[in-house]
């Protein structure tokens, strides 16, 4: 399991580099991104969370929802330099948090459906169409990460300012982690 990297870190609003070859390196990385976002409980987790400038992430969501509209779990996946090929233009509002901004959860304005091509691990190429549910939010949220862009920056300005406070907080709490 990796250390965390927590909101003020600067490798969270960095654009991540494309990931050339997948290496032995990269299969490691590839372990870790799931170790840790296991051990957080986390239904994802990109690469720059644990302190690597790599467009590749972690999720282990399935696009299915029980009987109370929460998401069923799936097999953990390392997806590699992903690429939303579709957003629709039909949006959905739900809630998110983020690993890296631990205890804040806000609604966040999202397109309802995606299509998405990555790389698995072993070079296969993965495309998923119509992920309509928490695998897209979550898949959508984490190729956000691998742009630097965290799920604060999707709310109203004026949604984000209500909790100016509480991110200085949460920032100051994990400055020395």
């Not at 490798?11 to 296991?38: D, G, S």
């Not at 997806?79 to 959905?92: C, D």
Request: hydrophobic residues 40%; glycine residues 6%; contains cysteine.
């Amino acid at each position: 399991m990796k250390q965390m990297c927590y909101i003020g870190n600067k490798i969270l609003r960095e654009k991540c580099k494309a990931i050339k070859e997948i290496t032995p390196e990269i299969v490691l990385i590839a372990k870790e991104l799931i170790e840790t976002m296991q051990a957080h409980n986390g239904l994802g987790l990109a690469a720059p969370q644990i302190g690597y400038n790599l467009r590749m992430f972690a999720i282990q969501v399935s696009d299915e929802i029980d009987e109370e509209n929460y998401p069923k779990d799936a097999a953990p996946i390392v997806l590699i330099n992903p690429v939303i090929t579709r957003f629709s233009k039909e949006k959905i509002v739900l809630p998110e948090g983020c690993l890296s901004i631990p205890g804040l959860h806000e609604e966040v304005i999202r397109p309802q459906s995606i299509d998405i091509e990555a790389l698995d691990v072993n070079g296969r190429v993965i495309i998923e169409k119509d992920l309509k549910f928490w695998r897209g939010r979550c898949i959508q949220h984490e190729c956000d990460h691998l742009d630097g862009i965290l799920f604060i920056d999707r709310l109203p300005s004026d949604l984000k300012k209500k909790h100016d406070a509480e991110l200085k907080e949460i920032e100051a709490r994990f400055k020395k982690i």
